[in-house]
């Protein structure tokens, strides 16, 4: 018995993989070649595009972590099927799925996702499986901070420049806090459907900047810039068609005024799991 994780080299997956091997579960690693990775986990062959290899891949898990990859929505759509498909066969344990973002509990906002949408739909099928899991829903990961045209301009200039307006509060979550909350969430069985994790109240760019200059040990300004300066920027970084995407959703997001949890149905208050602080979590990643 183990834990299947998806995306377990990436951004999302690695954090939660190392998570639960520190608390001593075996754990098992997903992806498209099956294998050994460096650290000796093994790896199974799991294409979201295959209902057989997800099958086989859950089968006998006491859990599931899965989120769905960035790509074409209708591409993302399908892979929610053929997860949903494979989950109804393999009846694993558990199945912690994170929304890497979509909004999907505050139904009042411009920002939740439509009901047709890949996220929406992967959790409708998990329900009508019957089978026990929990949805974690972060809204913006602080690692987007990272992001070298980002970083670079906080080191050399004390400018954080970001497509985000002054005023608009942000509930930013680590990879950390996602990984926290969904290890937490395999072992809580009892707690079922949608987890918001993420700072509560929200924290605008300035209070960011703040962040940053209290790590460097100098005043850090907070200048918003357009979503297509932003994509233009990170275009050699990640490609024009990622950095069309991005600036895309930056974009979406300026129809709001807020992209913020609510507290009734937060990781503080249901799991007693309070994120990282900005200030936190640059010094854990050292940056």
């Given at each position: 018995m183990s834990y299947v994780i998806h995306g377990a080299t990436g951004a999302q997956g690695t954090p939660v993989l190392n998570r639960l091997k520190a608390a001593g579960k075996p754990v098992v690693a997903a992806a498209r070649k099956a294998?050994?990775?460096d650290d000796?986990?093994?790896?199974?062959?799991a294409r979201y595009s295959s209902v057989d290899e997800l099958t086989a891949a859950y089968e006998g898990?006491?859990?599931?972590?899965?989120?769905l990859p960035i790509g074409p929505e209708e591409e993302r759509a399908a892979y929610a099927g053929t997860?949903?498909?494979?989950?109804?066969?393999?009846?694993p344990g558990r199945v912690v799925v994170s929304t890497s973002g979509a909004v999907v509990d505050s139904p009042?906002?411009?920002?939740?996702?439509?009901a047709d949408a890949a996220v929406p739909t992967l959790i409708r099928g998990l329900e009508e499986t019957g089978l026990s899991?929990?949805?974690?829903?972060?809204r913006l990961f602080l690692e987007n901070l990272l992001l070298p045209p980002v970083l670079d301009a906080v080191r050399a200039e004390g400018v954080l420049r970001y497509p985000l307006r002054a005023d608009f509060p942000v509930s930013w979550s680590s990879h950390l806090d996602n990984a926290d909350a969904a290890a937490a969430l395999f072992d809580r069985t009892?707690?079922?459907g949608t987890v918001a994790v993420g700072q509560h109240p929200g924290l605008t760019g300035p209070d960011i900047a703040a962040a940053f200059g209290a790590h460097i040990g100098r005043t850090v300004s907070y200048e918003p810039i357009t979503?297509?300066?932003?994509?233009?920027?990170?275009?050699p970084v990640i490609g024009a068609g990622g950095a069309a995407g991005v600036a895309g959703l930056y974009a979406w997001f300026a129809t709001a005024t807020e992209n913020t949890i609510a507290a009734d149905n937060s990781a503080q208050r249901i799991l007693g799991l309070k994120p990282r602080s900005a200030h936190q979590w640059l010094e854990e990643v050292g940056r």
């Open positions: 294998g050994t990775a000796g986990t093994p790896v199974v062959a898990a006491d859990g599931v972590f899965v989120h997860i949903v498909a494979a989950l109804s066969v393999a009846r009042g906002s411009p920002l939740q996702a439509g899991y929990a949805v974690i829903a972060p009892d707690i079922t979503p297509e300066e932003f994509g233009r920027q990170l275009s």
